[in-house]
């Protein structure tokens, strides 16, 4: 291996020395017009098989081509050299057609790359593609890096020249570059197209660029078609960055200069022109001032104005529309927290960067829907998202030895990920992996302006921590929006107009209308709208938030305000819970997941007062969506702890209230020894308060306590030997025919076929499963008809009767499947395994297994799993395959890898993309069936 050869792979996507090479055709476009796109076609193709020819001759590997250009990987950067030199030639030596001359460009660099999912990343080949981009057709430029590695062994009759240091359009400091000298290649060139080529004042950046590549193209394309283009978004997301990344980069096309005009500390709209000409370096004359100079010097020049930091100065935005018309080669590049709004103004507003899922903060919903590659967060994959490449290199820049590994990919995903993807909150929270680990940095983001507060001490005080950018925002409002934007504090994760409405006036109180509080505060970027169906919905940065929660504590509002905002969401979850058994369920649900963040908040302000009323009530309203979306754990945690505290027990309607959810909770969880005496307090408070309804539907929940063991393992014959479930049923069945009550007389009735089918009874109680079903359609009730289903298919499968079970199962599924009931999924997957455990399918009865235990996983729905595992050592022995246990399980993994929707149509027998239109089905219920 010579001196210079680097190792051409890196261990577990590791960095490693390499040398890239990039190429392009000078003036591409402007040849394809002269030659027309057939005749381009032809030339284009042959360009590509020399170029390939000499890379390949060399032992470079293609990594990427785009149009005209190459990315080319080598080992060794005498090779490198050598192949950009016989390409050269051999482009030299190809008789083109007339006016048809290819030139082509090339750049050279030597540093490290990490591998990925999806290719190489790394800084330093974003450097070697500014070096090829620098350099004009028919010449190759090469890196310092790149003469320090070749030395000497250039090969013969070949030299490098100095062509001086150049600030290339990455911003950074002047890099020392060289023209690959050799016989054959042409020697004197035009200057580089360097950042230096163009007059200009843009600062140098001591820290690179990172991804971004999305925004920076639309950027682009929008000030090629517009002259007057407003970056807008909140402190921290990188406007300045992009702003300045975009004019040097659009350099070229403004050859009287491109020039940086700070406005942090402007304030009035006299004081534009003045700062805009210092900026550029005029002079006031002595008989003109400096608006005059500056129009007369503007109005027949092709200059590019990067404005930056407009939003204290925003009634000045005429003043730059007046400059662009009275100068039509002038453009202006602006970067502020508001637009303009102005005439020709076009708005972009920065988002943050791309980030990685966070399992760990998702809902089960979304979270089954997740391959088994995001799942996982191995560091390849995590390093494809732009915000952790940002994250890696900031962290680098402190702690050299820093790489994401297994162990911590799932932090570094979950910071970025909280971060919203805010450069400058990234950069910050990367800072601190000097004396942090990802894991110790996550643990401490719930105090996200305490921690982010160790910026650079060179850049402005706005931006030094996050703080100070988030107050630049903020002083800049009237009392009015401040005290709303306070206000909105109190909402986490969202809210829409009626809740902002309710929490944050009246009108009179507040000072303005709610809706016109929004609109200001949208325009200034302190809140964004965000898709979603019926209401528009609004967020506000975790960060944000968190400094106006201080400001709203400072003015004393603070737990008014919360009051306001759990009793609205207690209110909600109210009207919404009766109506969780209808046609509209999947929309209902959607709408309490939307809000699940202000649930949780109030949630805990409830417990955090000891208010039995508020935590009660909406704790009782929600189990059932928190069953249903896969929620249990939080469930769970949540309705125990608040029976364990003795204001639970101050009012006895709530505190049965209370005991029927965390009850409900336990038996979704297969945890029926804990379940009982919950559901028996209950049977107990209902009785002594004689209310004969609540007592019909306690004594209903009671029944399931005697309906499978509390050990898996244990025989049938030990289910509720004194059937006392069975005499709770009967006194409930008694009772709501007395009340008239068809709906509560369905689910007596269901519950008695699921005591005899487990017991293996009449029938296995398919004829008790036949009537509640009925009853349940008749009524409405599409969830407790799906779980009749559920119940009638298992029955079915017992008189052998499998594809009538099938159907029932298929029903029933698509039902949960609509309404995203994520426990009712699991289940149908799970039965749907037996279904074709019965007809002898293994590979099918494995995968769907396999689906069905990995959303079990995934929500904490442990039943399935329960029920499962008894009725295979119980009740189905006569379905049994005996197959390899190891084939069994690579089955099962394979449908464990599947993601939900995946599953589902598998279960149902369609192709995936289909599965949108079981949401049109369900609106005809017949089409359904």
Request: net charge negative.
């Amino acid at each position: 291996m010579a001196e210079d050869d680097v190792p051409a792979t890196a261990k577990d996507g590791g960095a490693s020395t390499r040398v890239f090479l990039f190429s392009d055709i000078e003036g591409s476009t402007r040849l394809q017009e002269r030659l027309g796109t057939e005749a381009y076609a032809r030339v284009l193709d042959r360009h590509s098989a020399l170029l390939r020819t000499a890379f390949e001759a060399h032992g470079g590997r293609e990594q990427s081509t785009e149009g005209d250009s190459f990315f080319v990987l080598f080992d060794s950067s005498s090779e490198a050299v050598a192949a950009a030199i016989e390409a050269q030639r051999a482009l030299q030596n190809e008789a083109w057609p007339e006016d048809g001359e290819v030139r082509v460009r090339m750049g050279l660099h030597a540093g490290e790359a990490r591998a990925t999912a999806s290719g190489l990343v790394g800084l330093d080949i974003n450097r070697a593609a500014r070096i090829a981009a620098a350099a004009n057709g028919g010449q190759i430029v090469v890196s310092d890096a790149i003469r320090t590695l070749a030395g000497a062994d250039l090969g013969e009759g070949v030299s490098l020249r100095g062509l001086g240091s150049h600030r290339l359009k990455d911003l950074r400091e002047p890099q020392p570059l060289c023209q690959v000298v050799a016989a054959g290649l042409a020697l004197e060139f035009p200057p580089l197209r360097s950042l230096d080529a163009r007059p200009n004042n843009l600062p140098t950046q001591l820290t690179s660029f990172v991804g971004r590549e999305h925004e920076l193209a639309e950027a682009r394309r929008l000030l090629a078609t517009n002259r007057l283009v407003t970056l807008t978004g909140p402190g921290g997301t990188g406007k300045t960055r992009l702003g300045l990344q975009v004019a040097a980069d659009e350099s070229e096309r403004f050859p009287d200069g491109v020039f940086f005009v700070a406005l942090e500390s402007v304030r009035e709209p006299a004081l534009l022109e003045p700062r805009i000409s210092s900026a550029i370096g005029l002079a006031e004359s002595g008989t003109s001032d400096s608006g005059s100079t500056l129009r007369e010097w503007l109005v027949d020049k092709h200059v590019l104005l990067v404005l930056d930091n407009f939003e204290q100065v925003v009634a000045g935005g005429p003043v730059v529309a007046n400059l662009l018309r009275d100068s039509p080669g002038v453009s202006a590049l602006v970067t502020s927290r508001a637009p303009l709004r102005v005439s020709g103004e076009q708005e972009y507003p920065v988002p943050g960067l791309p980030v990685p899922p966070d399992p760990s903060s998702m809902p089960a919903l979304e979270l089954a829907q997740l391959s088994a590659s995001e799942r996982s967060l191995d560091p390849a994959t995590l390093s494809t998202y732009e915000a952790v490449r940002l994250f890696i290199a900031r962290a680098a820049s402190v702690r050299p030895d820093f790489v994401v590994t297994g162990e911590n990919a799932p932090a570094v995903a979950a910071i970025v990920a909280r971060l919203h993807g805010m450069p400058l909150a990234i950069e910050l929270a990367a800072a601190r992996v000097k004396l942090l680990s990802p894991d110790a940095i996550l643990s401490r983001l719930e105090t996200k302006l305490a921690l982010l507060s160790a910026g650079s001490r060179d850049l402005p005080e706005r931006q030094q921590t996050l703080r100070g950018a988030i107050a630049w925002s903020y002083d800049i409002l009237d009392d009015n929006c401040r005290r709303h934007l306070d206000r909105l504090s109190v909402f986490e994760g969202g809210f829409d107009l009626p809740a902002a409405e309710a929490v944050c006036g009246p009108a009179e109180e507040l000072g303005m209308e709610v809706i016109d509080g929004l609109e200001s505060l949208v325009g200034q970027s302190l809140i964004r709208t965000v898709d979603a169906p019926g209401e528009p919905r609004f967020q506000m940065l975790d960060t944000i938030r968190e400094f106006a929660a201080e400001q709203l504590k400072g003015r004393g509002e603070a737990d008014s305000i919360r009051d306001r905002h759990a009793r609205w969401f207690m209110t909600l979850a109210e009207e919404i819970a009766p109506q969780l058994a209808g046609a509209d369920q999947g929309g209902l649900l959607d709408r309490l997941e939307r809000d699940h963040d202000n649930i949780r908040a109030a949630l805990d302000w409830a417990l955090e007062r000891a208010d039995a009323d508020l935590a009660i009530r909406l704790g009782f309203a929600v189990w059932r969506f928190w069953q249903k979306r896969g929620h249990l754990y939080e469930a769970r945690r949540r309705l125990e702890a608040m029976a364990d505290a003795p204001w639970s027990r101050t009012e006895p309607a709530l505190r049965a209230r209370l005991m029927e959810a965390v009850g409900g909770v336990c038996w979704w969880q297969g945890d029926v020894k804990a379940m009982r005496p919950y559901y028996r307090e209950a049977v107990e408070i209902w009785r002594s308060l004689g209310d004969r309804g609540e007592l019909a539907n306690a004594l209903y929940n009671y029944s399931f306590t005697f309906t499978v063991p509390d050990d898996p393992a244990t025989s049938e014959a030990t289910i509720d030997p004194a059937g006392e479930g069975t005499i709770a049923l009967e006194e409930a069945l008694a009772l709501y025919r007395e009340l008239g009550d068809r709906r509560g007389e369905a689910n007596v009735l269901w519950g008695l076929g699921q005591q005899q089918y487990f017991k293996q009874l009449d029938d296995a109680g398919a004829e008790r499963f036949r009537q509640s079903l009925e009853l349940f359609r008749a009524e409405g009730d599409r969830t407790m008809e799906a779980w009749a289903l559920h119940m009638l298919g298992g029955a079915l499968i017992r008189a052998d009767d499998l594809d009538e079970a099938r159907d029932a199962f298929r029903h029933a599924l698509r039902h949960f499947y609509v309404a995203g009931d994520t426990a009712g999924m699991t289940m149908l997957l799970d039965d749907l395994s037996s279904q074709a455990l019965a007809e002898a399918d293994p590979l099918r009865a494995a995968r769907l297994w396999g689906a069905a235990r990995s959303l079990t996983q995934t929500t904490g729905a442990s039943l399935a799993s329960y029920t499962d595992t008894w009725l295979e050592s119980q009740v189905r022995p006569s379905v049994r395959v005996s197959l390899d246990p190891e084939q069994l399980q690579r089955w099962a993994r394979e449908g464990a890898a599947l993601t939900l929707d995946e599953a589902v149509a598998y279960a149902l027998d369609r192709p995936v993309e289909t599965l949108p239109e079981l949401q049109r089905e369900a609106a005809d219920h017949a089409a359904v069936r």
